[in-house]
C-alpha cells in the first residue's frame, strides 16, 4: 500500500504517509544498518515527486509547499543529489554569492552544517553572533547543534552558558537541539548531568523551563543502559521540583519506544528488507 505515495500528488496524504515511515527511523536502532533500508526506501517514494517539483523554488504556492517537504524527507533520506545540492547552495550562501528562498532556509542551512566542516560553522556561529533577529538566531542554533563534530557540539553547549554569547533564554534550546542529533544525544545528557547544580541555581524558580529540560534530555536516551542512568540519577537528584510526573512520563516514553522494539523490530526490518527486493 504505502508504495502508492510514489505516485502520490496532493499534499496531505504524501505528508502524513511519508512522515509515518519517516518516523521508524527514530525507532530504529541507533548506528543500524536497518536504517539504510528505510532510507532508501524514502528515496523510491520521493523520486518522481522531486523529478516533477525539481529543486527550484517556483511554481504554485502548493507546489512550493510539496516541493518543501519533499527535500526534506530526501535529505533525512540521505539522497545524494539532494545533499550535493544543498551543499552547494549552502556554501554559496554562507559565503555571500546567493540567497536561499525563506522557505527552503532552515532545511539548507541544517543540512548544509551537516554536511561541511569546522570553517562553515565557524562562519554560522559569526552570523549568529551579528545578526539581531530573533528567529535567524534560533534557526543558527539548531543548525550548529546539527554538526556531526562532536567537539564543535561540546563547544556549543559551553558557550550557551555564557549569556555574553547566547542568552540565558536560549540555553534550553541549545540543549534540546543538541540533543536531537545522534551525534550530540548522549553529550547533551552528560552536559546537564555535569551542570546540574547550574541548572538548578539558575532555572529552578521556572519550573516548566526545568520540566522541559528534563523531557528533552530523557526523551534523547536510545539504550536501556543509559536508561537504567537516568533513572538512577533522577532517583538520587530529585526531579528539579516538578513533582516527579515530568520525569516519570518522559520515562514511559522512552521505554513505550523499548517495547515497540522487542514486539516489532523484526517484523518491521524484514518488511523493509523484502520492500527492498522488491524495488530493486
Known amino acids: ?75 533525512m533520506a540521505n539522497d545524494t543529489n539532494v545533499l550535493q545540492n544543498i551543499t552547494t547552495r549552502f556554501q554559496e550562501w554562507l559565503h555571500g554569492k546567493n540567497s536561499i528562498p525563506i522557505e527552503l ?82 553529550m547533551a545528557w552528560n552536559f546537564v548531568i555535569e551542570n546540574w547544580k547550574y541548572f538548578i541555581d539558575t532555572f529552578s524558580g521556572d519550573l516548566f523551563l526545568m520540566a522541559d529540560l528534563i523531557d528533552t534530555v530523557i526523551s534523547s536516551c536510545h539504550s536501556e543502559t543509559q536508561l537504567m542512568k537516568i533513572k538512577e540519577f533522577f532517583s538520587c537528584h530529585g526531579d528539579a521540583g516538578t513533582g516527579g510526573l515530568v520525569v516519570n512520563e518522559a520515562i514511559e516514553k522512552v521505554e513505550a519506544i523499548f517495547r515497540w522494539r522487542k514486539k516489532n523490530y523484526n517484523d518491521a526490518r524484514n518488511w523493509f528488507q523484502y520492500i527492498q527486493s522488491e524495488i530493486e
Not at 533500508?37 to 509547499?65: A, I, M, S
Not at 538566531?137 to 546539527?146: E, H, V, W
Request: net charge positive; aromatic share 8%; glycine share 6%.
Open 105 to 186: 532556509k532552515a532545511i539548507y542551512i541544517i543540512n548544509g552544517i551537516k554536511m561541511t566542516g569546522n570553517d562553515e560553522w565557524e562562519k554560522l556561529l559569526r552570523k549568529y553572533d551579528a545578526t539581531n533577529d530573533a528567529n535567524l538566531k534560533r534557526l543558527y542554533i539548531n543548525a550548529l547543534s546539527a554538526s556531526n563534530n562532536q567537539s564543535l557540539l561540546r563547544r556549543l553547549l559551553e558557550l550557551s552558558k555564557d549569556h555574553t554569547k547566547i542568552p540565558k533564554s536560549e540555553i534550553m534550546n541549545v540543549v534540546s537541539a543538541v540533543s536531537g542529533s545522534r551525534a550530540g544525544e548522549e
Open 1 to 75: 500500500m504505502t508504495k502508492y505515495l510514489r505516485v502520490e500528488k496532493a499534499y496531505n496524504p504524501m505528508y502524513v504517509g511519508l512522515s509515518k515511515i519517516s518516523k521508524i527511523i527514530s525507532l530504529f536502532e541507533r548506528n543500524s544498518d536497518d536504517i539504510l533500508n528505510v532510507q532508501r526506501y524514502l528515496q523510491y517514494l520521493v523520486e518522481p515527486q522531486l523529478r516533477t517539483l525539481g529543486l527550484e523554488d517556483k511554481g504554485t504556492v502548493q507546489e512550493r509547499k510539496g516541493r518543501k517537504f519533499i527535500i526534506s524527507v530526501a535529505a
